[in-house]
Structures are given as structure tokens and as C-alpha cells.
């Protein structure tokens, strides 16, 4: 297979083809480009095993056509195929398109094209919140008039309609951009935007310094850099900015704050005052989301609008109508019993912590349920989650963990989820395992208590939220 010439050419003017076009980087990439008019099919794994079936069948009902993953969809030479890096040379799409020649681009290699082509390009980056900090400032850009393309990693309910349940990408104009950008591959070194927003820099599949040099060299690569003044390694960072704007919740000196003693919190929402220091000005905001994280994530987003040419007034104003995300602290329902279940996308230490300390801040027990994303990332940060479970619960709480997800391939699964319930105890924290998550589910109705929130924690498996339904059934 060959590389594009030149990617960032007429994109429409190819038909494309999706190895794993359900999944949450490829399917908002495979809408823009079928938005613009491309012919777009794909294949996918989960299609073919009978999960998610809600999903592909709106998919097939936009117009994609999709294929079983045998390699039947790669026909014709002028196709170009998308396919992750992870992907194994032995999978039948990546054969045939070998056979016939197809260019073959990474997601980060389209979304980088795609992005780099826009006048104007906003990237949000960093090690937690992107996909909530996307789907706010595509709200308010969306809100002051504007008409901007969206990519996010996660369905955004604002845009969510009938004919777009799963709607993690909205097709605006080409010259307005809005994606978040992922350091865990190092493709964010592709990117070059006119606003550059750096939320926070933690562990997750890079080492500390690694992630330094990248997300300098990203605020560096950005024309305008919006920078989080309450992380301190991202703070450290501000002097790689061009024209740097800071935001914080605690750091009085951050450009964008809040007004001290302004904030009220709720299990469900929370409102403060939000202070410009540029000019002294203030401004209430209401926003639907609770956590102290969630605030920080306003913040970033009002200050990236502004980045962005859209007055704070505005921005603020927006976020009372923002509904958020799926999986981002989404409250699926409460039990006649009184128990709470909550889907959450949380997999890496500061995304747990981020949800355990929203969930604490609250009464009543948590059951954390957490299905770990794979073998490596649990092999690369497991000791940080243990570390981040024990210490964010409470003696009443309990972690529960079932094995990591698998759906195939030549992954080390040497060390699993038994590691991780060791830690946590040597921790001083209370952890269960059970190898399937239906053995969890068993678990959880039968010693869940009125009053208990459980929270169903993980990634890169869409069926979580199906279990999560299926278990506020089970408990009603």
C-alpha cells in the first residue's frame, strides 16, 4: 500500500473505506467525509459479532454500506483505505488492500488532513477531558451562529436526533474545525492549529517526559494557546504558548477564573461566577454537569470560544443549554430500590478520579464497577488506578473488576485484572474480581442497597452501556 500523495487533497473525490467504522475515532471521521459527499463504506468487527447492532443499523440507514471484515469491500483500486496502526497486517481488509494497491491512512492521518485544511483549526489536547471540552466549544460556536465541523470521540447529546443517535461528528463548514487530538500515538504532532487548548498533562500511554515534549511542541505548533492554570505540569508549559490565555478554577492567576465563594454544586449541576480578568467582568454560568472537573472543562471551552473569536458573554450563556455527553458521567436512571447507575467512559487515573471525586462529593455508597480497555494500558498504568481507586473511596466503597476487554489478536495477556484488586488492597482499598461481566452484574443487583451509585466505568467497549441499561432493569 502507498501513501496519499497529497491527503490534503479533494478528499471527496476518492471512495474510502473504514477497517472498524464503528468505532468511536472512525465513525465521526466516516460521517465528515460522507457529509461532503464522499463515498464511504466499511467493516467492522463488532458488525460481524452481533454487538452494538442499534449502531450499525443507523449507519446502514445514513447511507454507508458495510461489509463483513473478510476482506469483500476492498474492490477496487482507487479506493483508500482507514484503518488504526494497530491493525494487524494479517487482517483481511489490510491483505487485500495490499494486493490492490489502495493508499492506506491512519484515523490521526485523515483527522490531520481534514483539520489542517480548515482556516480555522481549534485542537483540543491533553490527558482527560478532551472529548467533554469538544462537544462544549462545538455547542458554543454552534450557539453564536456559527456552523462548525466537529470530530469528538464521544456522541454529543446536543446534536443527537432521530436520524443521528450516535451523532460523535457534526458536518459543518470546512473552514471551521473543532476536533480533540490524541497524544497517546504521538499524531498530534500533525496538527497545526489556529487555537490550541492544553487541558492537563498526566499518565496514560506515554511517559512524563515524552508527554511534555509533545504537548509543548503542540502549544508551540499553535497559532493561539489556551492552557490550563490549575494543572501544574500543564502550566509549566504556558511558555511554549504564542499569545497564551490561562484558565483555572483555583489559580488566581489564570486570565479566566472564577468569582471566590461564587460556586454551588448539586449531584446533577452546579452554577458560579465566571470572572475575565482582562476587564474585570463577570458573568453567571449555569451548567448542567456536576464535578469540579466539569467546571474546569467549562472553563477551557469558554476560553477556547473566546480563543476563537467569540466573546466570553456568549460563551457562557451557551453552556446552560449544553446537555453533554454519553458516557461522561451519564446518569442512566435510578432504581425504585433507590440505587443510582451512572455510565462512565473513565479508564485512565485522572478520568477515574475525576468521576469517584464527583461521586464522593455526594452521600451514599459507590460501587465501582471498571472493566479495564485492554491488556497494555492495564500493564502501563495499573498500578496508578489501583493507587487512584484505594484512594479515592471510602471504607463503605467497593471497586469491582472483571477481566480486560478482548476481541482478538496477539496482545501479552499475561497480567490481568487479579493484579490490579491486589493493589488496590495493598492500597488500603476494598476490590473484587470476577472474570465476566456478567458474573459482575450478578454481583452488583444481588448487593446493591438503597441509596448506592454504581458506577459502570470503561472504555473502548460501546456494550457498556447496554450492560448499564440492562442493569437498571435488572435492579428495578
Not at 486570565?255 to 471566590?260: L, P, R, W
Request: proline share 5%.
Amino acid at each position: 500500500m502507498t501513501d496519499l500523495p497529497d491527503p490534503t487533497a479533494d478528499l471527496t473525490a476518492r471512495p474510502w473505506f473504514f477497517c472498524g467504522i464503528g468505532g468511536s475515532g472512525m465513525q465521526p471521521l466516516a460521517a465528515i467525509l460522507k457529509g461532503r459527499g464522499a463515498e464511504v463504506a466499511g467493516s467492522d468487527r463488532s458488525f460481524d459479532q452481533g454487538r452494538t447492532p442499534e449502531k450499525f443499523a443507523a449507519l446502514e440507514r445514513q447511507g454507508f454500506q458495510l461489509f463483513p471484515q473478510d476482506g469483500s469491500g476492498i474492490t477496487r483500486p482507487e479506493q483508500v483505505l482507514v484503518a488504526s496502526a494497530a491493525v494487524e497486517d494479517s487482517v483481511p481488509e489490510v491483505v487485500r488492500a495490499k494486493e490492490l494497491g489502495l493508499p492506506r491512512l491512519t484515523r490521526a492521518d485523515l483527522n490531520a488532513a481534514l483539520f489542517n485544511a480548515a482556516e480555522t483549526g481549534v485542537a483540543i489536547a491533553g490527558t482527560s477531558g478532551k472529548s467533554t471540552v469538544t462537544g462544549m466549544l462545538g455547542w458554543i460556536l454552534h450557539h453564536a451562529g456559527k456552523n462548525p465541523t466537529i470530530m469528538n470521540g464521544a456522541v454529543m447529546k446536543n446534536f443527537v436526533s432521530e436520524d443521528r443517535p450516535f451523532a460523535s461528528a457534526v458536518v459543518g463548514d470546512a473552514d471551521l474545525y473543532v476536533s480533540e487530538v490524541d497524544e497517546s500515538d504521538g499524531s498530534i504532532a500533525q496538527y497545526k492549529p489556529a487555537v490550541g487548548i492544553l487541558l492537563n498533562v498526566s499518565l496514560d500511554h506515554k511517559s512524563m517526559d515524552e508527554l511534555r515534549q509533545l504537548f509543548g511542541d503542540f502549544l508551540e505548533a499553535s497559532e493561539r494557546g489556551v492552557v490550563n492554570a490549575d494543572d501544574e505540569e500543564a502550566f509549566r508549559l504556558v511558555a511554549h504558548a504564542n499569545a497564551p490565555l490561562t484558565f483555572g478554577v483555583t489559580n488566581g492567576c489564570a486570565a479566566i477564573g472564577i468569582v471566590e465563594g461564587s460556586l454551588a454544586e448539586g449531584p446533577t449541576r452546579q452554577a458560579a461566577m465566571v470572572h475575565d480578568k482582562r476587564d474585570d467582568s463577570q458573568y453567571a454560568l449555569k451548567l448542567n454537569l456536576p464535578g469540579r472537573h466539569n467546571l474546569s472543562n467549562a472553563l477551557a471551552a469558554i476560553a477556547g470560544a473566546n480563543a476563537a473569536g467569540i466573546p466570553v458573554a456568549e460563551a457562557v450563556a451557551a453552556l446552560a443549554e449544553f446537555k453533554g455527553l454519553a458516557r461522561r458521567f451519564d446518569i442512566v436512571g435510578t432504581s425504585p430500590s433507590g440505587v443510582t447507575v451512572i455510565d462512565d467512559f473513565g479508564h485512565n487515573p485522572e478520568k477515574a478520579a475525576a468521576t469517584l471525586r464527583t461521586l464522593k462529593a455526594h452521600p451514599g455508597r459507590v460501587l465501582a464497577f471498571f472493566q479495564p480497555h485492554g491488556y497494555g494500558p492495564l500493564k502501563q498504568m495499573g498500578a496508578e488506578l489501583a493507587e487512584t481507586f484505594a484512594r479515592e473511596l471510602g471504607p463503605e466503597d467497593i471497586t469491582l473488576l472483571c477481566d480486560p476487554v478482548y476481541f482478538g489478536g496477539t496482545v501479552d495477556r499475561s497480567e490481568g485484572s487479579e493484579r490490579i484488586v491486589d493493589l488496590i488492597a495493598k492500597n488500603g482499598g476494598k476490590a473484587i474480581h470476577i472474570n465476566t461481566r456478567e458474573g459482575c452484574g450478578d454481583w452488583l443487583v444481588a448487593n446493591a442497597q438503597p441509596g448506592d451509585r454504581i458506577a459502570i466505568m470503561g472504555a473502548r467497549d460501546d456494550t457498556l452501556s447496554v450492560f448499564a441499561k440492562d442493569l437498571l432493569n435488572r435492579l428495578g
